[in-house]
């Protein structure tokens, strides 16, 4: 009975190198292989968001990407999917790094073979579904168990329709946690799992009707906000960091006391996501240059421009 092919989204700005790996997946004897190739990050995501892929195989030196931020981004829009980070770089740090970040596989270009790139995106298949069950939720994030970015993408289409109908607001909040890599670093990534846990639950409780909350991968999260006025929004997202911020974690023998900057905008009802995210993402970047541990707000709503 022939079998369905392995699905592959190889994301590599080099043509060489891309024609390598797609001619020794396609040649091998034992499995069909179907790749479809990505060369920016960008193109990549929007592939994944159309295409239920069964494996990534990731450059991770990249013209709109740099080393580990394409991983990051990837898995924020599905968590679901192994990685191979297939790099030009032998630095094993770089690939430790890697594996704690959640890569299945770190193989260096100019090592490899056939039958090494076979057994790295098969493995790296049945090792996720291990992990994650086959029934993992596409738009859901395995760790802390919130929507992700797939979702909340989603999400903002559906609410901006409903508040446009209503004539109600929308806001829109990246929240961010301060010095994160402090907390992995000083303390392992178990207990930087553990932190990232808690503070989904502090968000998934501080949700009101209709709002909904996501991981955006990494300590980014964030929070779409119906109903809520920018000045509204940036008064709960201030009050949610003071609680972060007053309560330490107890963590096994560990007492850790965190901070997270964010920023907050308010929707057009003609904006799209895109243009939504960028503008929240430069209040967050103002926020955290500004000193951290603090909410940044950019007004953007027409209808609720001051006169």
């Known amino acids: 009975m022939a079998t369905s092919p392995i699905r592959v989204l ?17 040649s091998n004897p034992e499995l069909t292989f179907q790749v479809d190739r990505a060369s920016r990050l960008g193109d990549g995501l929007v592939m994944l968001q159309s295409t239920d892929y069964d494996v990534t195989m990731l450059d991770i030196s990249l013209p709109d990407a740099h080393e ?19 790099t030009g770089s032998d630095d094993e740090d770089m690939a430790l790094r890697a594996i704690e970040s959640g ?11 056939g039958q090494m790139l076979f057994r790295a995106v098969r493995f790296a298949i049945a090792r996720q579904r291990k992990v994650l069950g086959i029934q993992a939720a596409a738009d859901s994030d395995p760790l802390t168990g919130m929507p992700n970015r797939r979702h909340l ?8 329709v409903a508040a446009k109908e209503k004539d109600a ?3 829109l909040a990246l929240f961010d946690v301060d010095h994160f890599k402090r907390v992995n670093d000083q ?25 909904s909350a996501a991981r955006f991968g990494g300590e980014e999260f964030a929070l779409l906000m119906p109903g809520h006025s920018l000045d509204e929004a940036s008064e709960m997202i201030d009050s949610t960091l003071k609680r972060l911020a007053d309560s330490p974690m107890q963590l096994d023998d560990l007492s850790i006391t965190v901070t997270a900057s964010a920023g907050v905008t308010d929707v057009d009802y003609d904006d799209s996501w895109e243009e939504t995210y960028m503008a ?14 603090r909410v940044v707000s950019r007004r953007r709503s027409r209808a609720q421009e001051v006169v």
Not at 14 to 25: E, G, I, M, Q
Not at 69 to 86: C, G, H, T, Y
Not at 187 to 210: N, P, S
Not at 284 to 293: C, D, F, Q, V
């Open 68 to 86: 580990l931020e394409s991983f990051e981004q990837i898995r924020a829009l599905d968590a679901r999917i192994p990685i191979v980070v297939f």
């Open 187 to 211: 303390h392992g990534h178990f207990i930087g799992d553990a932190v990232l846990k808690r503070i989904a639950a502090l968000l998934t409780d501080a949700l009101q009707d209709e709002m």
């Open 280 to 293: 929240c993402d430069v209040a967050l970047y103002e926020a955290k240059s500004s000193g951290r541990n």
């Open 153 to 160: 993408e989603t999400q903002f289409t559906e609410m901006l």
């Open 10 to 26: 190889l994301i590599e700005d080099s043509d060489v190198d891309a024609t390598f790996v797609t001619r020794l997946l396609t």
């Open 103 to 113: 890569a299945q596989d770190f193989m260096a270009k100019g090592h490899v073979t």
């Open 169 to 171: 607001p929308v806001s």
